[in-house]
């Protein structure tokens, strides 16, 4: 049988994190194999979070050192380099992953090279061109060019019909988010950071709450950063056991934003970025988690962990409808005062199973990606494709 390889393109962790379960699925089809190429976006990063997983990566973009970090700067070092790794590996199809920059390089460069691009997680809107930025943009612009269109649950498969996209090139996989979250968990690693180890031995002993911040979009930088942390200081004010865990985004600007409000701050530590195992772990450990990360949001619930979610608007609103998250912005009143219901035990979240999916989207995904190459069963197809009706 002719194998055909599959690129799954990453440069960013998240991107690792969700593409690792896929690659495992794809492992398991005879005709398929998969292709892990680091677009060198975030370097290391792609690797680190692929060791948990007992996966590496197969290939590497030679990109020019970034000089001015512009998102311009990015994109004319990876197009190139792009273009010469398709060229050489001749992919049979590349997979992009969400709302990257590597996500948009990846899948300019395959469509213009006659590629098909399968894209992880599609169809997620909110419609606003400004929040998230850029990320609402580039989501916009891959599904303009998405042979197949993944998409974590309904709801995004109805926002890609309405946009014109032909029911057929959507399948409804779910989230490989919680295929991830969920083996990691299973495998129960003991902390690797220090801080977070020290963190779970006073939840254990002491009978503490553990309350995790994460803050990183760029939307978020600046006065409404500025927000959060005095939302934090009221936090741990107001409530004696609560310990903070705030993992810091690695901007030189950010981190110091960050040090700057809350080292004199007691029962609050600052961290590096956190490995893959250590933020699941922190997830399961956590009474509460304020955050503006879309996988977070994603990953809590797997837990029963409540989230407030710091932005206005999410394109992830499942969690929202399904009780399992609140939006609260970046109003420190709000924030303060939803944490303190949580914290307090007024408000708990729902304990359904997780909206984003089951465990099973990679599988889907990989049948779908068999599908689209012409090596699936056509009656498995047509009932693959009824998913995204």
Not at 97 to 105: F, I, K, N, R, V
Not at 107 to 135: C, K, M, Q
Not at 149 to 154: I, N, Q, R, S
Not at 205 to 221: D, F, I, N, P
Request: charged fraction near 20%; aromatic fraction near 4%; include cysteine.
């Amino acid at each position: 049988m002719k194998v055909v390889d599959v690129m799954l393109l990453a440069g960013t962790r998240p991107e690792a994190v969700k593409l690792a379960p896929l690659a495992k699925a794809l492992d398991a089809r005879p005709g398929l194999r998969p292709l892990f190429v680091h677009s060198g976006q975030h370097p290391d990063m792609v690797e680190q979070a692929l060791a948990p997983f007992e996966r590496a990566v197969d290939g590497w973009l030679e990109i020019p050192p970034r000089v001015s970090g512009t998102q311009a700067e990015l994109m004319s070092g990876m197009l190139p380099a792009l273009d010469e790794a398709l060229r050489r590996y001749a992919p049979g199809a590349v997979v992009v992953q969400g709302d990257t920059a590597t996500a948009l390089a990846g899948a300019l460069t395959a469509f213009w090279l006659g590629i098909p691009v399968v894209h992880l997680e599609a169809g997620l809107r909110t419609h606003d061109l400004t929040s998230p930025f850029p990320e609402e943009g580039t989501r916009q612009m891959i599904s303009r060019i998405a042979a197949l269109h993944l998409t974590p649950g309904p709801a995004a498969a109805a926002k890609l019909r309405a946009e014109g996209i032909p029911a057929e090139r959507i399948v409804v996989s779910g989230n490989t988010v919680v295929d991830a979250v969920l083996a990691i968990a299973a495998r129960d690693l003991p902390a690797r950071d220090p801080a977070l180890a020290l963190l779970e031995m006073g939840i254990a002993e002491a009978g503490e709450q553990l309350m995790l911040v994460t803050s990183h979009r760029r939307e978020s930088w600046g006065e409404p950063l500025s927000h959060t942390l005095a939302a934090v200081r009221r936090i741990v004010d107001a409530h004696p056991r609560v310990q903070v865990l705030f993992p810091a985004h690695p901007n030189p600007a950010v981190r110091a934003q960050v040090e700057t409000a809350l080292r004199e701050v007691p029962r609050v530590t600052v961290t590096e970025p956190l490995e893959y195992p250590d933020l699941v772990r922190a997830l399961r450990l956590a009474t509460l988690v304020l955050t503006d990360s879309g996988g977070v949001q994603e990953e809590a619930p797997t837990f029963g962990t409540p989230v407030l979610i710091l932005r206005d608007t999410t394109e992830r609103p499942e969690a929202v409808a399904a009780g399992c998250a609140w939006l609260v912005g970046t109003d420190a009143d709000l924030i303060t005062s939803t944490a303190g219901r949580v914290l307090s035990g007024e408000l708990h979240a729902a304990t359904s199973a997780n909206p984003y999916g089951d465990g099973s989207a990679a599988i889907r995904s990989a049948a779908a990606i068999e599908a689209l190459l012409g090596l699936a069963d056509p009656a498995a197809t047509a009932n693959l494709r009824a998913t995204a009706g």
